[in-house]
Structure formats: structure tokens, C-alpha cells
């Protein structure tokens, strides 16, 4: 009879080392797989954070720009700001704003196609919100789920969202001088007084002043498709001057800036209706721009730009591009657009200026294409 084979305490020893290692090994790894579940909580619940601040951020940015458009107040865009944040959960609290958390200024597009923000900063057409959840933050930091395993128990976002509001108070500076009755296939660049279309209305179907009618038109169509809030005005400029039973003025403020571009439409028609003529006095119609878009209308917080448009080269007054640094003095953008046979160096430094553009119309479907162009490339509201 064979007898059962018995393990030596060597061997017994050995076994239980190794049974040993492998209990040690496991509850490592049960220990790091936990400490992995845990952190990835913790990771995830804070990435969900940081998108919620990120969404109530941009929402309060979003918001005091639409305030400060609407209302041209900065108050009421603060308070907008607040309010919109405090609509919107993070972590399941409102979050909460203070003062120097919302920050007013001016930002400009750089070469590079960066905006860059200045706080304080005038004009201004800009409001940055700085989203806080940490400790000094009105809404406090935000306890972690975990982290107190690792001995981390809250945790500090933050976002910054800047919005751009560029809004426009536009006037457009119309030639009404006695070249725009010409009809677009004459080449004379002037209108004689013997000329039979002298002590009449324009031809609106022939002239040029009806083909500024419907360049007009295509601007005002053109800024009904925007995001942004326009109001409009219109100067018209020619020369002090009577005849034809009708008293011209060098230049006159037809329609007072609205955001009813009909009543800008409505000046030009009663224009087109009447026997205007005269010479041609630009810098005239430049300082009557000047005037409207600095008046109690002009809204404090709106960018303000003008659209100057001539057929002809001055013949009268002092020369425009010398009147030209006043509008930039007061922010006044202008973009100057050359018809028929004016002077485009001029009206080039006139832009250059001010930080304009200068365009040059040849034929009419240009001059409509201009306008309508100059109306959708005005900045839009952009956020950073």
C-alpha cells in the first residue's frame, strides 16, 4: 500500500507566499480601479461644469450687448448680464455676478482677424463677462464629488465671453446738385441753365439722381437682412442757390436718423419730386452729416458711419478732404463712393481720413451693387 503524498512546510510556506502576493496584488488593483472610477467621476462632473459656466457666460455676454444696443445704457446691460446668469444653473446654483465681473470697453478686428478688447476703452461698443465659480465668486467654487479622497474638495472654473455689439447710426450724403438730372448716357459733366431738363424734376427712369433712387433702395432692403440695429439718416448737399422758383441749400438734413428706414425713402422722394439744382459743395454735406450723427438722436453706443456719395468734383466750398479729420475726431466713419465723373482722388483721401473705403460707381447696376455691399458689410455682433 502506497502512502498519500504530504506537502512540507517548505512547500506550505512557498503556496501561501504566493497566495499572499496575489491578495496584496489584488486589492491594489481594486484600490487603483476604484480610485480610476472616482476620478473619472470627478473629471467628467467637472467637464460638465465647465460647459454649463461656458453656456450661462456666453448667454449674460450675449444679453448685455443686446441691452446695451436696445437701451444705450450701461446699466441696463449690467443688469441684463445678471439676470440672464442667474437664470442659468451651475452645479445646480445660479450663477451669480458682481459689478467687476462685467466689463464694458471697445474692441477692434486685427489684421490677424483677432478682436482685440480694451477695457474702458471708448467708443464703446463691447461687454466682456468674466463667468466665475471659485472661491471669492458671489456663487462660491464648486465641491468636488470625490475629491476629498484625494484631498481636493472643490474645484475654480472660469470663462470669459466678450460680445461685440456694432450697431450703426448711418447717414447717407447724397449729390443733389444739377448734374445728377443728367441723364446716365450723357457726358457733359455739368447741366447747363439753358438746358430744357433744368427747371424740372429728375428723371427718375433716365437720371442719374433716379439710379441713386434705386441704389438707395437696395440699401435699405439690404439692412433689413442684418442681425444688427440700424438707424438711418439723409443729408443732401449742392450749393446755396434759387431758380426755377425753388430755393436750394448747400446742404439740408432731409430725414433725422430713425430705425424706420422708410422715412429716409420718403426724404429722397420728396426730393425726387422737387427742381433742385446748384453746384457741388461736399465738405457741406460732410459737416451736415457731422451734425446728425453727433445730435441728441445719434445713440451713445452706436458706430457711427457716414456714406458719402458725389457725381462731381467740388466746385464749391472749402475742399472736402480738409473737413474730413473732424468726422474722424468724432469716430465718424466714411465711406465715400465716386459716380459719373468725380474726383476719386478726393474722395479717396476723404475715406482715408476717416478710415473709410472709397469705392467708384461707372454705371448704375455698379452703383446699386455698391450700396448694397456697403449695407452687408457693416461688422455684426461677434463673440469672443
Same mark, same amino acid.
Given at each position: ?15 501561501? =507566499?504566493?497566495?499572499?502576493?496575489? %491578495? ?82 471697445? &474692441? ?23 463667468? =466665475? ?42 449729390? =443733389? ?13 455739368? %447741366? ?12 427718375? &427712369? ?51 436718423? &430713425? ?87 478726393? %474722395? ?32 455684426? %455682433?461677434?463673440?469672443?
Amino acid at each position: 500500500m502506497s502512502l498519500a503524498h504530504r506537502s512540507t512546510p517548505r512547500e506550505n510556506t512557498a503556496e501561501d =507566499r504566493r497566495r499572499g502576493a496575489i %491578495m496584496v496584488l489584488v486589492c491594489f488593483l481594486i484600490v487603483v480601479f476604484m480610485a480610476s472610477v472616482v476620478l473619472s467621476v470627478d473629471v467628467a462632473y467637472m467637464q460638465l461644469c465647465r460647459t454649463r459656466l461656458r453656456s450661462a457666460t456666453d448667454a449674460a455676454s450675449r444679453a448685455a450687448g443686446e441691452a446695451l444696443s436696445r437701451a444705450q445704457d450701461i446699466d441696463a446691460s449690467r443688469e441684463a448680464a445678471k439676470t440672464i446668469a442667474q437664470a442659468n444653473l451651475v452645479a445646480g446654483a445660479p450663477l451669480l455676478l458682481a459689478d467687476e465681473d462685467i466689463v464694458f470697453g471697445h &474692441s477692434d478686428q486685427q489684421e490677424s482677424g483677432a478682436w482685440d478688447f480694451v477695457p474702458n476703452g471708448e467708443p464703446i461698443n463691447a461687454v466682456r463677462v468674466n463667468g =466665475r465659480r471659485t472661491r471669492t465668486a458671489p456663487s462660491g467654487s464648486i465641491p468636488t464629488l470625490f475629491g476629498m479622497f484625494f484631498n481636493v474638495f472643490d474645484f475654480q472654473p472660469t470663462q470669459l465671453a466678450t460680445v461685440v455689439r456694432l450697431d450703426r447710426d448711418i447717414c447717407l450724403v447724397v449729390d =443733389r446738385s444739377s448734374s445728377m438730372k443728367l441723364y446716365l448716357t450723357d457726358t457733359a459733366p455739368t %447741366m447747363s441753365t439753358g438746358d430744357s431738363r433744368f427747371c424740372q424734376p429728375p428723371n427718375m &427712369s433716365l437720371s442719374r439722381w433716379g439710379a441713386l433712387a434705386e441704389a438707395v433702395d437696395r440699401f435699405t432692403s439690404a439692412l433689413l437682412t442684418t442681425p444688427q440695429s440700424e438707424h438711418l439718416a439723409l443729408v443732401s448737399y449742392g450749393s446755396n442757390y434759387s431758380n426755377c422758383s425753388h430755393t436750394n441749400y448747400a446742404a439740408t438734413i432731409d430725414q433725422a436718423l &430713425s430705425e424706420d428706414y422708410t422715412d429716409a425713402t420718403a426724404a429722397l422722394q420728396t426730393i425726387s419730386s422737387s427742381k433742385f439744382n446748384g453746384m457741388t459743395d461736399i465738405s457741406a454735406g460732410i459737416l451736415k452729416g457731422i451734425e446728425e450723427l453727433t445730435s441728441p438722436q445719434a445713440r451713445p453706443f452706436a458706430a457711427k458711419t457716414m456714406v458719402l456719395m458725389s457725381d462731381g468734383a467740388y466746385t464749391q466750398g472749402v475742399q472736402p478732404s480738409t473737413v474730413a479729420p473732424q468726422a474722424a475726431a468724432e469716430d465718424i466713419v466714411i465711406h465715400t463712393i465716386t459716380f459719373g465723373e468725380a474726383n476719386p482722388d478726393e %474722395m479717396q483721401a476723404i475715406a482715408d481720413a476717416t478710415g473709410g473705403n472709397h469705392y467708384i460707381a461707372p454705371d448704375a447696376a455698379t452703383l446699386q451693387d455698391i450700396f448694397e455691399e456697403i449695407a452687408l458689410t457693416l461688422p455684426v %455682433m461677434f463673440t469672443q
